[in-house]
């Protein structure tokens, strides 16, 4: 009954029911990491390593009954007919250790080494854990003392090149869903009496891993009348290994559905430009700053 409107039912059933759905979450992530750095003769060194841990588990509890001898009581004391409880469960842990190893000379010379090895417990025991290399550099040729020597920094006030190569680990599926998992319930009514029944499970897929996304970019930073004028340019390709899809189609005298699986590869190229211009001049005796900048990508 909706307000100021009233509708009867002429088919189907309908009942009276009370339901409660509670929700539980527990989480905890731990990060603990430490850094040294020391600088000396124009080398600068910076190393950082640590740990981080994750645990996570969240419960729903769905209760509700039937039959109520009283509409208006919003509670189970009031329902005669059979409480029907179901609950669902996650639950995960993840560990992983990382370490990042920076290097420069004078700022003209660049160098950064990233490492991490992570593992999770949505994975199968032999495919739980992987570890993910990252890798930059770059040269600042405009700190060259010959470049400096011989270019006004009124013209060109910054040239770097830069190369990277990096991947990282993506583990977003279910966290059960390299286990086999049986259904349980009640079956029809025999001599009586109502048995306890399961039937098969789906089929699970063969060693579920990592998605392993990796990314090769190359570019160039430019600054031109004291960086006034700074253009920045990039093309990368990204690969990703193992990703996490439909599997592939069976014969339907197979009896069940492709278990979802990582059958998939994705290719992403592409470039990014900007270019933005910087400045300044009095207003009315005041400084007055503005920018303006420019993007193209594909």
Not at 29 to 41: F, I, K, P, Q
Request: hydrophobic share 30%; glycine share 10%.
């Amino acid at each position: 009954r909706a307000e100021g409107k009233m509708e009867t039912f002429t088919s189907g059933s309908v009942k009276n029911s009370y339901q409660e759905v509670t929700s539980n979450y527990a989480g905890h992530n731990l990060n603990v990491y430490g850094t040294y750095d020391n600088s000396w003769n124009g080398h600068n060194f910076k190393l950082t390593a640590g740990g981080q841990h994750e645990t996570y588990r969240s419960v729903e509890l769905d209760v509700s009954n039937s039959d109520l001898t009283n509409d208006e009581l919003s509670t189970f004391a009031s329902a005669t007919g059979i409480p029907v409880v179901t609950q669902d469960i996650t639950a995960y842990k993840t560990l992983g250790f990382f370490a990042r190893a920076n290097y420069d000379y004078k700022g003209r010379y660049l160098v950064e080494f990233n490492g991490r090895y992570d593992g999770s417990s949505k994975f199968p025991s032999n495919e739980r854990w992987a570890f993910f290399p990252s890798a930059s550099g770059a040269w600042r040729l405009s700190e060259e003392p010959w470049f400096e020597n011989n270019v006004s920094e009124k013209w060109v006030s910054n040239i770097k090149f830069r190369l990277s190569y990096g991947s990282l680990g993506n583990s977003n599926v279910d966290p059960y869903y390299y286990d086999e998992s049986f259904s349980i319930g009640n079956s029809r009514l025999i001599n009586g009496q109502k048995y306890r029944q399961t039937s098969a499970p789906d089929p699970i897929p063969d060693n579920l891993t990592w998605e392993t996304s990796t990314t090769y970019n190359g570019g160039v930073d430019l600054g031109f009348f004291n960086d006034r004028l700074q253009i920045t340019a990039d093309t990368y390709l990204r690969k990703t290994f193992d990703m996490f899809t439909a599997g592939p189609t069976i014969q339907s005298v197979y009896g069940a559905d492709a278990p979802e699986g990582n059958y998939a590869e994705l290719s992403t190229r592409g470039f990014e430009l900007s270019v933005t211009w910087k400045d300044g001049f009095k207003l009315g005796g005041k400084p007055f700053n503005y920018s303006i900048k420019g993007s193209l990508w594909d």
